[in-house]
């Protein structure tokens, strides 16, 4: 990964979280409209996740948004070129590309991620939130129908009757209710938003990164199956994996696990 790479007129912002660094940051970089995506910033992220998600140098990817808010949505002052004929286009959907993104992503959610926010934030592997944020579903305030998963996602994490409540009263979610709910991993103070964000993308980038990727992979294809057949999801890959590792990477693998059980242990 190199240097940053300002996309969209610097809308859209890629760089490491240090020099050298395995973690790519991608934010969003519209603070004055709250983060408001147009057509050309979705675009660009989109593109951003299918870079990130191909480059070998990175191990795992932080989202964020600059300012007060994560990301208040769409930017309703271009609606019609934003949602006509364009739900399909998958090259273009920075939500689809989150989801091919074989990189885990971590969203950093400081401030409001509403409607579209929301369907971003919840496309993250992992999210991180100050204690001010809040989580807005308005699509039945403006009369703008989901296309990004909102409405499948949100009852399969916090369930079924409490996602029917935000999304269709228009409720916000504090951070403190999404903690509860099982929606976010992580509530921090605002100021240490990113930081701990980054924290959680290092320890990840520590791992084998390979098996992370894999990792990633079958907890997420698996989530769409039932129990048995998620089983057996992860039975075909296992067998596959191991079937494919030579006789050095199994010694090599053995020597690691020796050395480890050499060191003291942590107590965590």
Not at 63 to 91: M, N, P, Q, W, Y
Request: overall charge positive; charged content about 20%.
């Amino acid at each position: 990964m190199g240097a940053a790479s300002p996309d969209s007129g610097d809308l859209i912002v890629v760089e490491p979280a240090r020099p050298g660094s395995p973690v790519a940051v991608v934010t969003i970089n519209r603070p004055a409209a709250l983060n408001a995506l147009t057509k050309p910033m979705m675009v660009s992220l989109a593109a951003a996740f299918r870079r990130l998600g191909a480059d070998d140098a990175v191990a795992a990817v932080v989202l964020a948004g600059r300012g007060r808010a994560f990301c208040s949505g769409v930017d309703l002052t271009a609606a019609e070129d934003v949602f006509k004929g364009d739900v399909k286009d998958i090259a273009t959907d920075p939500v689809a590309q989150m989801e091919l993104c074989r990189k885990p992503i971590v969203g950093a959610i400081a401030g409001f991620a509403v409607t579209a926010g929301f369907e971003i934030a919840l496309a993250c592997d992992i999210l991180v939130a100050g204690r001010s944020a809040k989580f807005l579903d308005t699509h039945a305030k403006f009369g703008i129908f989901p296309s990004w998963g909102l409405s499948q996602k949100l009852s399969r994490i916090i369930g079924p009757n409490r996602a029917r409540e935000v999304s269709l009263t228009c409720m916000p979610v504090t951070a403190e209710m999404a903690e509860k709910w099982g929606l976010v991993n992580h509530v921090v103070d605002d100021t240490e938003v990113l930081s701990k964000a980054i924290e959680v993308a290092e320890a990840i980038a520590r791992n084998n990164r390979n098996l992370v990727v894999l990792y990633k992979s079958v907890i997420n294809d698996g989530f769409q199956l039932d129990l048995k057949h998620a089983q057996a999801l992860e039975k075909e890959r296992g067998h596959k994996y191991y079937s494919g590792m030579t006789k050095e990477q199994f010694a090599n693998m053995q020597k690691f696990i020796q050395g480890r059980s050499s060191k003291p242990q942590s107590k965590l």
